[in-house]
């Protein structure tokens, strides 16, 4: 039996993980895939209060370090399901179950694809999802960057100095990301813009050669070697609309506290109906819920 369990184990959940054991709670932090999160995939952070400049995998390893020194518990595995019997919460995943008194979600979101025709096939062979990750492969050649929020651009950005040439597609007539990594995009040289434009498809043989896109009324096929999506995000929440409330999006709905609609039950981070997702504010809200976690065990 834990006191808290977290599922996820990104910034959120590693800050709650961090404040959970500093309050004295037997903590575990259940993880899909790997500590860090999408957090691993930043090559470059220059907002986090205090650090000047670094990159996600540091930061990342660095919080890795601060849970395992603390004494969290780490478990890998996909959480199913949450079940409530009086104030003990039993979380499922494929292969076991683990008890605890509270809970808090930190489960992040997942990529949101463009569904044209093209991505799924060439997923692998030039279809990808990280620069970071994946750029290296496009090292000298051209590649295409979908979106226009922060996160694309910053992908774009990181991708000029690698590659010889960097397109970006958005489908709206102005960018919606932050104003200083707009004018770094506007100032480089290897960077083109295609605005109002929309990807109806990827095409190639055994590897992308080309993307189509509609743009005015208009379809314009541009040649490239890969092409990078990155258009948003969309919430996990599904396995828990059962217990506790969901928005028309899928977000989680929680109150000041990060508790939802369940009593014992928080979440935190990306996964929850909030205006601004950044890696300080996933920070900031792992570490109010679990100190409000804390608050809730010793009520019981």
Known sequence: MFDLIIIGGGVAGMSAGIYAARSGLKALIIEKMGLAGQLSEIN??????????????????????????????????EVTSIKIENSIKTVCTKNNEFQ?????????????????KGEKEFFGKG????????????????????G????????ALYLKDICEKVNIIHRRNEFRGEKILVDKINE????????????????GDNIVKEIIIERDGSEETLKTDGVLVSIGYIPQNEIFRDIISL??????????????TSK?????????????????????????????AAEYIQTL
Do not use: H, W
């Not at 620069?131 to 590649?143: A, E, H, L, M, S």
């Not at 226009?148 to 992908?155: C, N, Q, V, Y």
């Not at 935190?268 to 900031?284: C, E, L």
């Open 100 to 116: 605890a008194k509270a809970v808090i979600i930190a489960n992040g979101l997942e990529r949101r694809k463009l569904n044209c």
């Open 264 to 292: 014992g039950i928080f979440a935190v981070g990306d996964t929850i109906k909030k205006d601004v997702r950044q890696i300080v504010t996933a920070a900031s809200d792992g570490s109010v819920a679990a100190v409000k």
């Open 127 to 146: 279809v990808f999802y990280c620069g970071i990750c994946d750029g290296f492969f496009y090292r000298n050649k051209t590649v295409t960057v979908v």
């Open 148 to 155: 226009g929020g922060s996160s694309a651009l910053t992908e």
């Open 188 to 203: 480089s040289q290897n960077i083109t813009v295609y605005y109002s434009s929309v990807v109806k498809e990827i095409t």
């Open 44 to 77: 470059n952070i220059e907002n986090y209060p205090g650090v000047v400049r670094t990159d996600g995998f540091t930061l990342a390893s660095e919080m890795e370090k601060q849970i395992k020194e603390l004494g969290v518990e780490v478990q890998y595995g």
């Open 247 to 260: 928005d028309e999006n899928g977000y989680i709905i929680v109150d000041s506290n990060f508790e939802t």
